[in-house]
């Protein structure tokens, strides 16, 4: 079982930054990727970044050169840097991790940025 805490969502203007934060515990070891998915409103949810337990990245398009994916392994966190954020950004965010063939969840934080 691992368990997953986010952090870090909030309002924020066209062209600003914030931060999310994703603490991970329980069967940490047997993590094989973390990473960020979100979810707009009438939309599917979709793959924002992802951090792979060797270290290679992953990005979606919309995203490359804006947004980068983190870890600081003694905290057991991930973290996304969410530059030059743009309305089309808006949406709940989700921490994942997949491990033992399971896909964790964490609980959601939204994530709004106003024109």
């Known amino acids: 079982q691992v368990h997953l805490v986010e952090s870090g969502g909030g309002l924020v203007q066209a062209g600003g930054f914030l931060r999310l934060s994703c603490a991970a515990s329980?069967?940490?070891?047997?993590?094989?990727?973390m990473g960020w998915y979100r979810q707009a409103p009438g939309k599917q949810r979709e793959l924002v970044a992802r951090?792979?337990?060797?270290?290679?990245?992953d990005y979606a398009d919309s995203v490359k050169g804006r947004f980068i994916i983190s870890r600081d392994n003694a905290k057991n966190t991930v973290y996304l840097h969410a530059n030059s954020l743009k309305p089309e950004d808006t949406a709940v965010y989700y921490c994942?991790?997949?491990?033992?063939?399971?896909?964790?969840w964490g609980q959601g934080t939204q994530v709004t940025v106003s024109s």
């Open positions: 994942n991790a997949f491990a033992g063939y399971i896909d964790y």
């Open positions: 951090i792979h337990s060797g270290g290679s990245l």
């Open positions: 329980g069967s940490i070891f047997s993590i094989n990727y």
